[in-house]
């Protein structure tokens, strides 16, 4: 199932993932226009977060391919990925909890670093080597309002945030990278109350239309994510069931079946 999508950034092609014998992604087809946010539905166990998994090259699909702005990726290790511009955020904030606010936005131009990268980027830090990175990171930190909320961000550290501020620290982080082109986010509003949650979808709007940065993001809330997405694919049983316009793949009978348990 593939919208008509003249210049895609991203194009997923056949893809298949086996664990044992389960078909996780069973020939999955899709393309996501570049410039836009792009929503990825269905319901649990459908694949999405596997389907995410194969784009960024943290598993390896059984048969098909990725092509990221016309070249062939699948063979690329997810380093390499994250070099060319894919990044993601995790459904679970992936936060260092002795690193300041500060510090886990900065780690961020790393992708998701280890302990070592984490220790030198510090060093770094503290003798200023780093000074571009700390202004970009500031720079993010004060666009998505955290700075105001947070006040001393040199100081907090991710377990005095709310699960809000955490998502959006998340956010801030995956902005860091020097030129994301594509950002994949898998359930940036969970657990986040509405009013915050219509806020972080207006971030990724605003990031959108500002930076022209493609946004692929897995969501459950579709009341509230559904009016800031301009397309929508659905996926059920490893498949992509729907795609389209973001009222319309929630209005398909194949969808509400899917959801329903059918
Ligand atoms: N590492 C793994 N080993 C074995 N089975 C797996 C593994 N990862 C996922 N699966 C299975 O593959 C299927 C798809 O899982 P996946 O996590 O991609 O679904 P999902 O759409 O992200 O679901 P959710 O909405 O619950 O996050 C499920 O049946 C799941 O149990
Ligand atoms: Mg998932």
Not at 15 to 27: I, P, Q, T
Not at 187 to 210: D, Q, T
Request: proline share 5%; charged share 25%.
């Amino acid at each position: 199932m593939s919208i008509d999508i003249p210049e895609p950034i991203l194009e997923v092609r056949g893809v298949s993932k086996y664990f044992g014998n389960l078909k996780a992604l069973d020939g999955v087809d899709l393309s996501i226009p570049r410039g836009k946010v792009t929503l990825l539905i269905g319901p649990n166990g459908s694949g999405k977060t596997t389907l995410i998994n194969v784009i960024t090259g943290v598993l390896r699909p059984d048969s098909g391919r990725v092509v990221f702005e016309g070249v062939d990726i699948t063979g690329l290790e997810a380093h390499e990925r994250f070099r060319l511009g894919i990044v993601r955020t995790f459904q679970i904030p992936r936060l260092f909890q002795n690193l300041s606010v500060l510090e886990n936005t900065v780690v961020g131009r790393y992708g998701n670093p280890g302990e070592g990268v984490v220790r030198g980027l510090l060093r770094s830090l503290w003798y200023g080597f780093e000074r571009t990175s700390h202004e970009d990171a500031l720079g993010h930190l004060d666009y998505l309002r955290l700075k105001e909320q947070l006040v001393d961000i040199g100081e907090r550290r991710p377990r005095e945030l709310s699960g809000g501020q955490m998502k959006l620290l998340e956010i801030s982080r995956a902005l860091m990278p020097s030129k994301p082109k594509l950002i994949i986010m898998d359930e940036p509003i969970a657990g986040v109350n509405p009013v915050l949650a219509h806020e972080i979808f207006s971030f990724i709007r605003r990031v959108c239309a500002r930076d022209g940065i493609t946004f692929l993001v897995v969501e459950h809330r579709l009341d509230i994510a559904v009016e800031y997405a301009d397309y929508a694919y659905a996926m059920h049983l490893g498949k992509v069931i729907a795609g389209g316009d973001p009222r319309s793949v929630l209005e398909d009978p194949r969808v509400i079946e899917s959801y329903l348990g059918g």
